[in-house]
């Protein structure tokens, strides 16, 4: 039906270009979506999918291109403007009231009422009935709270739906692993947009559920449209293939060989279903990535092996002495350092100074009889803010006014302030912008010449591969695969990282 | 990017004066509309006025910086002086109440910090209920009745201004060295910056606030000795709403509700903010019913500029 249907387009975004700070987000990206259609929107971290959609959403103003719904130019300046025109957004964190069932949260702020008063039973029989028509098979009077992620995304859709939404956006969450529901809202989809002939926009990070699921695809890289593909004419390794292409040229160090000594021994690591007994070593000069889509565990491996969250099982060790996991103190003095990808709010406390923070996990080593030496922490923090080339009027800079490569930087020059001999990573280099990048890794670099080694946790497949001497694969909280240096492309890691075609190794101790 | 970082020194230095300018001008208005009022007597009154409010403050300074709260310091501080009336009355020697007292106080924080980080409740409820606790415990133990008639040795504790005002100034001075040359102070600041980023650090976060509250308690023990030992009785109704006031005088002088920013030299300044206030309202003969009121006004306009100040900091 929608390819006969001669009627406009539900949504048609033209030319759209979007330039951030030295950064052009979207290329004269083309986009459309009919009505019945599930129009599939891939693209890697970065890519360009959330900034397409939050152009459509309001959030953000294009610099150029246009936008027509059912045919007709509009203007779109708030996040008001799209609602008006039956657009609804369902993003990854939920905007549902946890606390109200399913019947309150689908018609908040429209209630049924009487002289003011709520009328209960009319508002529970109503979404009883919306339920049935949209072929959700949930109790109106169920708490939203007490129900599955991708069950919330049915509430959000009913929600959408009641309120005579023609075009629903969904963001899939992504650090959800299992959900038996997943088929159910899948079935929805499917039932919604033959009967009521909503069009979906969909971004997924699982592409192996795009034939699923989807009936078009449009991939996106490097805020370019990497081609628009009817689903049924595009195969998983062809996706994989546009997504990753050819890119902009990030300036990577050229790495040394590791020095042979043990520097880290990670082994039989096991915490629930989020760490199925992971065994690794890093090398001094080494960097090992591991890498894997979001929520297989990556950090849930450099939180485990930082003592930072408690674990079931396994040991870890550093120059061959074992490691205490108790605490993130006692991996500390035992010469781990973890260093979060949330950088604004676990890596630095924003409102202190660079030296306030230098300071913090050395206060141990830079006091005496409880007493702190400040002269020490200035004369320490100067020193590694020349040694890194840390940009700041002053040591006594707050944190939050650094860039994000320097931001970086000083929490690197924290770490080894604490005389780490291991520092995990975790995404070293999300957010910040290609200049910094190029810093972040040549100070890598140097780490490695100081006979550091470096667990690198990435899910940017470039930087995991040109980073790395070795890169892990982890899928579901196991290490399936370890390639050497050069033996990968950034397909195949892809394609091991999604589930496809690797054997599970179980333990992958040494090959070095 | 050093036109930024030069600005906001100097506002971070305009910001810390703040306080002090307004303690000078509140001063120089009094003297202004009141020719007695600029004399060494009421700079001493005000003095003995600031020392019950701001040794308890001091305990408050540490908690609020570390992103804590401690809604009972009043109650402590009732529990210690009946304690101490009854020790007294026991027949105790002075030294030995003064000891136990104070011993009650820091336990009296202690149980507040444990409780605190033992259930993972919010600072606020966890010494809200304690509170209560501690304020029937006092009213259990001092029967609602006055015990008086202690020692000339005990009184002299709290009488004339010498020695109270140097109590306050060495408890002030104990307070300023451990958060700015001990571990626990330094580490006190990020704590209350951020909880998380601490832990990751190393810190062992759980125990810190222990201290942090039993120093609390520790001080409403100092200020509750201080004031039996003044007014020679005590009674189980002391303290009601002093928790508030302690808080109140710590906010105006500039340290953050929400933990990382402080110190005690704003304190003191906040102390002697509501002191020279009431001081001087009194002195022009306005009602405590007004006094309570022009605090109420000051502490409003206080956090309101900072938060103006901040907010437009966050736009710049």
Avoid at chain 1, 68 to 80: N, T
Avoid at chain 1, 139 to 162: F, H, M, W, Y
Avoid at chain 2, 82 to 103: E, F, N, Q, T, Y
Avoid at chain 2, 251 to 264: C, D, F, N, R, V
Wanted: charged share 20%; proline share 3%; aromatic share 6%.
């Amino acid at each position: 039906m929608p390819s006969e249907a001669p009627a406009a387009r539900l949504v048609e975004m033209q030319g759209i270009v979007k330039r951030f700070p030295g950064v052009l987000a979207l290329d004269r990206v083309d986009f459309d979506l009919a009505p019945g259609e599930v129009h599939m929107l891939l693209g890697e971290n970065g890519a360009g999918k959330s900034t397409l959609i939050k152009i459509l959403a309001g959030a953000y103003s294009m610099d150029e291109g246009r936008i027509l719904v059912r045919g007709q130019p509009v203007a779109i300046h708030s996040p008001v403007d799209p609602l008006e025109l039956g657009l609804r957004f369902i993003y990854q964190e939920l905007s549902l009231v946890p606390q109200l069932d399913i019947a309150r949260n689908m018609f908040l702020g429209m209630e049924p009422r009487r002289l003011g008063f709520v009328r209960r039973g009319e508002l529970y029989q109503r979404a009883a009935r919306y339920l049935e028509k949209f072929h959700m098979d949930l109790d109106p009077r169920a708490v939203v709270g007490s129900l599955s992620v991708t069950q919330q995304k049915l509430v959000e859709i009913a929600r959408a739906l009641v309120k005579e939404a023609q075009v629903l956006v969904l963001d899939e969450p992504t650090d959800v692993l299992e959900d038996r529901s997943r088929q159910d809202l899948f079935e929805v989809i499917g039932e919604l947009k033959k009967s009521h002939n909503v069009g979906f926009i969909y971004i997924s990070h699982r592409y192996a559920e795009v034939h699923q699921l989807g009936d078009r695809v449009t991939i996106l890289r490097d805020g370019r449209n990497a081609g628009t593909f009817r689903v049924a004419e595009i195969s998983l390794d062809r996706i994989i293939e546009k997504m990753i292409g050819r890119r902009m040229e990030t300036q990577y160090p050229q790495l040394g060989s590791p020095r042979g000594e043990e520097a880290l021994r990670v082994e039989n690591l096991r915490r629930a279903d989020k760490l199925r007994g992971i065994s690794l070593r890093v090398r001094k000069g080494e960097i090992v990535s591991v890498t894997g889509l979001m929520g297989a565990g990556k950090t849930e491996l450099g939180r485990a092996v930082c003592g930072i969250d408690p674990c079931d099982g396994g040991q870890v060790f550093v120059d061959g002495r074992p490691v205490g996991l108790a605490s993130p103190g006692r991996a500390i003095r035992g010469g781990l350092a973890y260093l979060a990808e949330d950088r604004k709010s676990l890596g630095l406390i924003q409102v202190h100074s660079i030296r306030d923070n230098y300071g913090l996990p050395s206060s141990y080593r830079l006091s005496r009889l409880g007493f702190i030496d400040h002269s020490a922490i200035n004369r320490e923090t100067v020193e590694f803010m020349g040694k890194l080339n840390i940009k700041a009027p002053s040591l006594q800079t707050r944190a939050g006014q650094l860039s994000g490569g320097n931001q970086q930087k000083t929490v690197v020059a924290k770490w080894l302030g604490t005389r780490s001999k291991v520092l995990v990573f975790d995404e070293p280099t999300r957010g910040i912008d290609i200049v910094g990048k190029s810093e972040v890794y040549a100070l890598m670099k140097d780490l490695l010449e100081q006979g550091i080694g470096i667990l690198m946790l990435t899910s940017d497949y470039n930087e995991a591969l040109e980073m790395g001497h070795r890169v892990l694969v982890l899928y579901r909280g196991r290490i399936v695969r370890e390639y050497a240096r050069g033996e990968a492309s950034e397909e195949d890691i892809l394609r091991t990282a999604i589930g496809t075609g690797a054997e599970p190794l179980d333990s992958l101790e040494g090959k070095a | 990017m050093k036109a930024t970082g030069a600005t906001t020194a100097r506002s971070t230095m305009w910001k810390g004066i703040q306080p002090l300018l307004g303690l000078v001008i509140i001063y120089a208005l009094f003297s202004a509309v009141s020719g007695t009022f600029r004399s060494f007597d009421t700079l001493k009154t005000i003095l003995t006025q600031a020392v019950i409010l701001g040794t308890l403050a001091a305990g408050p300074t540490i908690v609020l910086i570390s992103g804590g709260l401690d809604l009972s310091i009043g109650s402590i501080f009732c529990l210690v002086a009946v304690g101490a009336g009854l020790l007294l009355g026991a027949g105790w020697p002075v030294a030995l109440v003064v000891v136990a007292s104070l011993a009650i106080g820091a336990a009296s924080g202690a149980a507040n910090g444990a409780i605190i980080v033992g259930t993972g409740i919010p600072s606020f409820i966890g010494t809200l209920g304690m509170m209560k606790v501690y304020r029937g415990l006092a009213e259990i133990l001092g029967m609602n009745r006055d015990l008086s008639k202690f020692p000339a040795s005990f009184q002299a504790i709290g009488g004339g201004y010498l020695i109270p005002i140097l109590v306050m100034a060495v408890s002030f001075l104990l307070v300023y060295v451990f958060l700015s040359r001990t571990r626990l102070g330094f580490n006190c600041y990020a704590i209350g910056g951020s909880n998380e980023v601490s832990r990751l650090a190393g810190v062992p976060v759980k125990r810190y606030y222990l201290i942090y509250y039993t120093i609390g308690g520790f001080f409403a023990g100092l200020s509750a000795i201080i004031q039996a030992a003044r007014l020679n009785f005590t009674n189980s109704s002391w303290g009601n709403g002093m928790e508030l006031d302690a808080i109140a005088a710590v906010i105006i002088g500039g340290t953050s509700m929400s933990g990382g920013i402080g110190g005690i030299g704003r304190t003191v300044i906040g102390v002697l903010i509501v002191t020279t206030l009431n001081a001087g309202l009194s002195h022009l003969g306005v009602s405590s019913s007004w006094q309570r009121i022009s605090i109420g006004v000051v502490i409003i306009f206080a956090v309101w500029l900072d938060v103006f100040q901040r907010r437009r900091e966050l736009k710049a």
